[in-house]
Nanobody, 121 residues
Framework: QVQLVESGGGLVQAGGSLRLSCVAS????????MGWYRQAPGQQRELVAT???????MSADSVKGRFTISRDNAKKTVYLQMDSLKPEDTAVYYC???????????????WGQGTQVTVSS
């Protein structure tokens, strides 16, 4: 089975840092654009940052200058480095892959299970 598995969430004080990782596991050949999303209680899921296979990135205004998305295609992993964290960053963070090619054919819109990030003041 092909899946995305996030890790690295936790509890951190305001001003601290966390590094999230998302690993695509299974018999995967290629992965297209990937992104990080987050959802706070009572809020809609929102886009945090995206990165395509060539390394082009987009970030939400709320995290520019603080969060950095990156990927390692050989490791089939995408990262989110989060610095200068604020209480309003508290949310469940989800990894997303727009498309993948696998041993069983193409797959689209694959989501991870989410990892909790809590920033205390």
């Amino acid at each position: 089975q092909v899946q995305l598995v996030e890790s690295g969430g936790g509890l951190v004080q305001a001003g601290g840092s966390l590094r999230l990782s998302c690993v695509a596991s299974g018999r995967i050949f290629t992965i297209g654009p990937m992104g990080w999303y987050r959802q706070a209680p009572g809020q809609q899921r929102e886009l945090v940052a995206t990165i395509n296979s060539g390394g082009d990135i987009m970030s939400a205004d709320s995290v520019k200058g603080r969060f950095t998305i990156s990927r390692d295609n050989a490791k089939k992993t995408v990262y989110l480095q989060m610095d200068s964290l604020k209480p309003e960053d508290t949310a469940v963070y989800y990894c997303h892959a727009e498309s993948l090619t696998t041993a069983w054919g193409p797959q689209y819109d694959l989501w991870g299970q989410g990892t909790q990030v809590t920033v205390s003041s």
